[in-house]
Nanobody, 116 residues
Framework: QVQLVESGGGLVQPGGSLRLSCAAS????????MTWVRQAPGKGPEWVST????????RYADSVKGRFTISRDNAKNMVYLQMNSLNSEDTAVYFCKARRSVYDYWGQGTQVTVSS
């Protein structure tokens, strides 16, 4: 049974940091690209970042470049999103996603709220 479980969300003040985690199980994690996607209230999904299978290649949306860092630990079947210098526009539900060929798995999401 495929599972992606996000954690680490919460309420943070502007300028603060959070580290999101995504625990994967039920599939061959090493073979999947991992992506973080977010959805702000009243808006559509927004791609945030992707990491390749080895972790050696990463991509970021312009809106988070220089502030967010994606990483993965294949030994633990985990993917992370370190988020720094958060602002109100980062408020959203953050989802992790696993993709390989036609296979596409999503987690349930974790809420991140940036507010003073």
């Amino acid at each position: 049974q495929v599972q992606l479980v996000e954690s680490g969300g919460g309420l943070v003040q502007p300028g603060g940091s959070l580290r999101l985690s995504c625990a994967a199980s039920g599939f061959w994690f090493d073979n999947y690209y991992m992506t973080w996607v977010r959805q702000a209230p009243g808006k559509g999904p927004e791609w945030v970042s992707t990491i390749n299978t080895s972790g050696g290649v990463t991509r970021y949306a312009d809106s988070v470049k220089g502030r967010f860092t994606i990483s993965r630990d294949n030994a633990k079947n985990m993917v992370y999103l370190q988020m720094n210098s958060l602002n109100s526009e980062d408020t959203a539900v953050y989802f992790c996603k696993a993709r390989r060929s036609v296979y596409d798995y999503w987690g349930q999401g974790t809420q991140v709220t940036v507010s003073s």
